[in-house]
């Protein structure tokens, strides 16, 4: 059971480049997320997605997209990439909404993203 | 200021220590308190979990909520070297538009020493 999978663990950017950082899951949950990880910040949400086809804005969604259009990937996209944008980005997933006990996130290994 | 603080440390300590981790929150809301621990290059995985008020023990670890002083620990006896990773804190209201969305604290970069 592979869980969530990232691709790539790395990337380089020039600052204006595009790019699509990939999440699947193969546990069959709904709830999908996509969080950055920055010293002294911890983790924010940039999008959500409770369900294929339903998407909806974290604390930091600018200069980001989403799509579902299957219960598996979760793409992210990076429509003209900016220095701030330099990042870890974890995708995570949870079989319902709470994220909890019942319910946790699971997390991929996460992306390491530089824009230069 | 930030919903939910969290010292970042570092915290080093030496094997067989007992390991106090904090934060503390502003939003009345949240119900629902997590621990995640993060090993280095690797996601978060959830270690501790608890609804409301109260105290949680497993194993070598204890999550207590104290909602009345919107404070959250987390304890960790006999420490080990294998317990040296980041520490995050992280909390949900219930329902709602609060759905799937965790708030985390900064995290708490813990060392144990052999």
């Known amino acids: 059971n592979a869980g969530v999978t990232q691709t790539p663990k790395f990337q380089v950017l020039k600052t204006g480049q595009s790019m699509t950082l990939q999440c699947a899951q193969d546990m069959n949950h709904e709830y999908m997320s996509w969080y950055r990880q920055d010293p002294g910040m911890g983790l924010r949400l940039i999008h959500y997605?409770?369900?294929?086809?339903?998407?909806d804005q974290g604390e930091v969604p600018n200069g980001y997209n989403v799509s579902r259009s299957t219960t598996e990937d979760f793409p992210l996209r990076l429509l003209s990439a900016a220095p701030s944008q330099t990042s870890v980005y974890f995708c995570a997933s949870s079989y319902s909404l709470e994220g909890a006990n019942n319910s946790p996130l699971h997390f991929g290994n996460g992306t390491r993203l530089t824009v230069t | 200021q930030k919903e939910v603080e969290q010292d970042p440390g570092p915290l080093s300590v030496p094997e067989g220590a007992i390991v106090s981790l904090n934060c503390t929150y502003s939003n009345s809301a949240f119900q629902y308190f997590m621990w995640y621990r993060q090993y280095s290059r690797k996601g978060p995985e959830l270690l501790m979990y608890t609804y409301s008020s109260g105290n949680k023990e497993d194993g070598r670890f204890t999550a207590q909520v104290d909602k009345s002083s919107k404070y959250i620990s987390l304890f960790i006896r006999d420490s080990q070297p294998s317990d040296s990773a980041t520490y995050l804190c992280?909390?949900?209201?219930?329902?709602?538009?609060?759905?799937?969305?965790?708030?985390f604290g900064q995290g708490t970069i813990l060392t144990v020493h052999p």
């Open positions: 992280a909390m949900k209201a219930a329902g709602g538009t609060s759905y799937g969305k965790l708030t």
């Open positions: 997605s409770v369900g294929a086809g339903i998407t």
